[in-house]
C-alpha cells in the first residue's frame, strides 16, 4: 500500500473487479499495485487494438449464449479502455480497497491481462482512517457478490464520501440532529437524582451488552456496578457519583491500581468541577475510563434511552 493522497479524489464513475477466482490474485495484485484480469481466450492483440467485434467469436466458444458472449466483451473492454480518472476498488480480507487505472495493458505469460495502479492499492480515506468493511454500506457490500468479474459501483456517491472522509447531505443531517438531541439531554441528565443517574448508567451498560454480577450500590463501597461480558468474560468496574472533583477522582483512580480480576473501571459522573473536566480530558489510561455529561448523554441517546430520561424530567 502506497502513501495516501493529501487532497479529496474525485472521479466520474467507478468499477468494482474481482481479482481472480475466488480472490486468487488479490493479494499479489494489491502487493504489487497491480490489476489483473483473466479471460485468457481473447487475444490480447485484439482487445489491444480495440477490435471487439473480432473477439466476438472467441468470446462465443466459452459462452453460454450471445447475451453472455457480450457481458464477457463489455467486462474486457472496461479493463483495456477505462480512463485513468476511473475509480477501482475490490474487498480483501476485512477492508476495501480502492486505486486508479494506468494507462496500458500488459499481456503475462499465462495469458492473462495485467495493468498497473497509478500509486497502488489504498485501505484507508484520504485521512488516514481505515475502510473496514463493517462500517460500510450493506448496499456498497453488495457489489462482491457480483457473479462477474468487472461491474459498475451503483452506489458512487456514497464510495466518493467514504474515501474522502466525509458524508452524504442527508446522513449529515441526521448527525446533526442527533448532536441536537444530546446537547438537550445533558441538563436533563445533570438534575437526575444520585440514584437515577446510577440506574442510567446501569441501563446504558445493558444495553450494550454487559451483564451486572452484583447489585448495584451494594456491600462494596468503591464499586457501584460490577460487570461481566457474556462474549468474552471480560469485568469491568463503575463508580458512579452525581458530583465529583478531581481529588475524587484521583482517589479512585489509586483505588482502582491496587484491584485485581478487572480489565476497566469507569467513573461516572454527571457534575464534574471544571478541573476535574480539563484532567480527564487529558489522561491517556485506556483502563480508566471517565464518563461525564456529555459522554452519558451521547450513549443514552445512541442506546434508546431518551424516553426514559424525558419521562424522569417530565
Request: neutral net charge; glycine residues 8%; charged residues 20%.
Amino acid at each position: 500500500m502506497n502513501s495516501l493522497p493529501i487532497t479529496p479524489i474525485q472521479s466520474p464513475t467507478s468499477l468494482y473487479i474481482k481479482l481472480g477466482e475466488s480472490g486468487s490474485w488479490e493479494a499479489e495484485c494489491i502487493s504489487n499495485g497491480t490489476l489483473r484480469l483473466g479471460y485468457r481466450e481473447l487475444p490480447h492483440d485484439l482487445c489491444n487494438g480495440a477490435r471487439w467485434s473480432e473477439t466476438e467469436k472467441y468470446a462465443v466458444a466459452f459462452s453460454k449464449d450471445q447475451g453472455a458472449a457480450t457481458r464477457h466483451i463489455n467486462q474486457v473492454r472496461l479493463f483495456y479502455e477505462a480512463p485513468s480518472t476511473t475509480l477501482w476498488i475490490t474487498f480483501q480480507a476485512d477492508r476495501l480497497w480502492w486505486c486508479f487505472g494506468a494507462p496500458g495493458i500488459e499481456l503475462l505469460e499465462d495469458g492473462t491481462k495485467r495493468r498497473q495502479t497509478t500509486d497502488g492499492w489504498h485501505d484507508c480515506d484520504v485521512k488516514g482512517k481505515p475502510l473496514y468493511k463493517a462500517f460500510l454500506s450493506g448496499k456498497l457490500l453488495a457489489t462482491q457478490g457480483f457473479q462477474g468479474t468487472i461491474c459498475s459501483v451503483n452506489e458512487h456517491s456514497y464510495l466518493l464520501h467514504k474515501i474522502n472522509g466525509t458524508v452524504e447531505p442527508h446522513v449529515s443531517a441526521a448527525q446533526d440532529a442527533l448532536q441536537a438531541l444530546v446537547t438537550a439531554m445533558v441538563p436533563i441528565i445533570k438534575r437526575l437524582h444520585p440514584k437515577d443517574l446510577e440506574v442510567l448508567t446501569d441501563l446504558i451498560f445493558r444495553q450494550t451488552g454487559w451483564n451486572r454480577t452484583g447489585v448495584a450500590g451494594g456491600i462494596e463501597r468503591d464499586i457501584d456496578l460490577d460487570l461481566l461480558s457474556p462474549v468474552t468474560g471480560e469485568r469491568i468496574a463503575v463508580q458512579v457519583k452525581s458530583r465529583a472533583s478531581e481529588r475524587e477522582y484521583l482517589d479512585y483512580r489509586n483505588k482502582y491500581a491496587d484491584m485485581r480480576g478487572y480489565t476497566r473501571f469507569y467513573f461516572v459522573t454527571h457534575s464534574p468541577t471544571a478541573r476535574l473536566e480539563t484532567m480527564a480530558l487529558a489522561a491517556d489510561d485506556q483502563s480508566f475510563v471517565f464518563w461525564g455529561p456529555q459522554e452519558l448523554a451521547s450513549y443514552a441517546a445512541r442506546n434508546g434511552l431518551v424516553g426514559w430520561l424525558l419521562d424522569k424530567a417530565s
